[in-house]
């Protein structure tokens, strides 16, 4: 898909991945872009890049589904809807069920919610494009991080199962799945040891992220893997299951 011309709604735009998409995107001539993020200095970054922001917290069902229909009602529609806020949570067995529950609620239902309204808007127009950033932890999981490597893979489901669902209908689906990518989300996981073998893949910048997102929309994959060793790493898993466990019980903490 050519984005040119394209009405864009983007999550997580205050920052990192999503902030690097609307800069990128912006470049493209989009007809209109819009931002949502649940902190208020979104409105800074959505005026430097001629935007519309909208403060709202993508787990809230009615609040953030009346902010998509009220961007269809202003913009006429949305094109192409980058599903990208997400959280991480450290943690194994000690993860409370209130911290799943967050886990759930930002990490998966928001694609849910944001789902219900914009496939059937997108099957009326007859065609819309929705990206979801998942990561490379719902692909190949994430040792010390339960909730998140599960709701990232939950997330990945759903996005094989919109794409299945709905092609025919003219709907395109994609799942943007990097491994490290230098935000604040990995700011927060502390110091990674110098050693540690995810490292040795690169910590890419979001703003190349961002550009290799725009060329997987442009070529219509299914599948963004800004780190190219992930597709064999994919391949090395459903080769040899076993195996693959193994090898990833090596990087537990
Ligand atoms: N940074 C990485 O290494 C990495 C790797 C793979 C996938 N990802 C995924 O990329 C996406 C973006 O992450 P990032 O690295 O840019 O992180 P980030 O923390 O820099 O940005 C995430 C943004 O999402 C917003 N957000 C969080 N919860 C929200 C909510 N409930 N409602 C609205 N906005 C909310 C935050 O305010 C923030 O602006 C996430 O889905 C993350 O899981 C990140």
């Known amino acids: 898909m050519n984005?040119?011309?394209k009405n864009i709604v983007i999550t997580g735009a205050a920052n990192g991945i999503g902030h690097a998409l609307a800069k990128r995107m912006s470049e493209e001539s989009?007809?209109?872009i819009s931002?949502?993020?649940i902190k208020s200095s979104l409105k800074?970054?959505?005026?430097?890049?001629?935007a519309d922001s909208y403060i709202?917290?993508?787990s809230n069902e009615h609040n953030f589904q009346t902010i998509l229909?009220?961007?269809i009602n202003k913009n006429g529609s949305i094109d192409l809807f980058c599903s990208n806020a997400g959280i991480q949570q450290f943690g194994t067995l000690e993860t409370s069920t209130l911290d799943w529950q967050k886990n759930w609620d930002v990490n998966v239902m928001s694609h849910i919610y944001a789902a219900k309204v914009?496939?059937?808007h997108m099957k009326k127009q007859g065609s819309g494009y929705l990206l979801l950033t998942v990561?490379?932890?719902g692909l190949l999981n994430m040792p010390g991080a339960i909730a998140y490597a599960t709701t990232k893979h939950a997330a990945m489901g759903l996005a094989e199962n919109l794409a299945i669902m709905f092609g025919n209908d003219g709907i395109k689906v994609s799942a943007l799945c990097p491994q490290l990518v230098d935000t604040d989300m990995l700011k927060s996981s502390g110091d990674i040891p110098e050693d540690h073998p995810l490292l040795k893949d690169g910590v890419l910048s979001a703003d190349f992220v961002a550009n290799e997102t725009i060329k997987g929309i442009n070529a219509e994959k299914f599948l963004i893997l800004p780190h190219k060793q992930v597709k064999k790493y994919i391949q090395g898993k459903a080769f040899d299951y076993d195996s693959w466990i193994e090898a990833v019980k090596e990087l537990a903490p």
């Not at 800074?44 to 001629?50: G, Q, T, Y």
């Open 44 to 50: 800074e970054v959505a005026r430097s890049f001629n």
């Open 30 to 32: 989009p007809k209109s």
């Open 118 to 120: 914009l496939i059937p």
């Open 135 to 137: 990561s490379a932890a």
């Open 3 to 5: 984005i040119q011309n």
């Open 35 to 37: 931002l949502i993020d």
């Open 69 to 71: 229909k009220d961007i």
């Open 56 to 58: 709202v917290d993508v």
